[in-house]
């Protein structure tokens, strides 16, 4: 499958926002439209678009410096009929290239979400921490982190 990636325009971010909202790990974690919308917009992030031949399949929200002055993905999402063809793997690739001369790229993934971390772990990502009673009370959230090869 092709894809094609921006960063968000039009109505993107309510897309985006609403995608996130209706889905685990965000529907769990109690993560309202609103919260998302906000999240979204937020001038520190930048919003990715993932593109493939039937429109948008996915979004990842970045920060530039998110921990420990490495990018950060603060949220990755690809839409239910999209998954499975290798949509978040791609999107996920495209965002460790986005910030130029990155040597490592950080992100988070709840202890109840063992199908993404397990993709993490096959792209390369190795566990650093675990934050108890983090997003959420009685769940985990673990932080990962990945070598950015050659630079
Ligand atoms: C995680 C996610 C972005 C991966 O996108 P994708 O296009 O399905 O990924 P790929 O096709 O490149 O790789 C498939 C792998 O993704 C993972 N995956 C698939 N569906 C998933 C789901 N509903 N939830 C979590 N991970 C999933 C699995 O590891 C899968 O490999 P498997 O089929 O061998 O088990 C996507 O499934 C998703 O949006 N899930 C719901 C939201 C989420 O969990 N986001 C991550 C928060 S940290």
């Not at 109505?11 to 439209?33: C, H, I, K, V």
């Not at 239910?80 to 992100?107: K, Q």
């Not at 009673?133 to 630079?151: I, P, W």
């Amino acid at each position: 499958m092709k894809y094609w990636f921006r960063v968000a325009e039009g109505d993107d971010r309510e897309w985006s926002a609403r995608l996130m909202a209706g889905m685990d790990p965000w529907l769990r974690l109690g993560r309202s439209y609103e919260d998302r919308l906000e999240k979204c917009g937020h001038p520190e992030y930048t919003l990715l678009i993932e593109v493939g031949e039937k429109g948008r399949a996915g979004c990842a929200l970045l920060h530039p410096r998110g921990v420990a002055g490495s990018p950060y993905v603060a949220s990755i999402a690809v839409a239910p009929e999209a998954r499975g063809e290798g949509a978040g793997t791609a999107l996920l690739d495209y965002a460790e290239n986005y910030f130029e001369g990155a040597r490592h790229m950080f992100l988070c993934v709840s202890s109840f979400n063992p199908r993404a971390r397990a993709l993490y772990e096959r792209l390369g990502y190795e566990l650093v921490g675990e934050l108890k009673d983090y997003a959420m009370e009685g769940a985990s959230e673990f932080l990962m982190v990945k070598r950015l090869g050659g630079r």
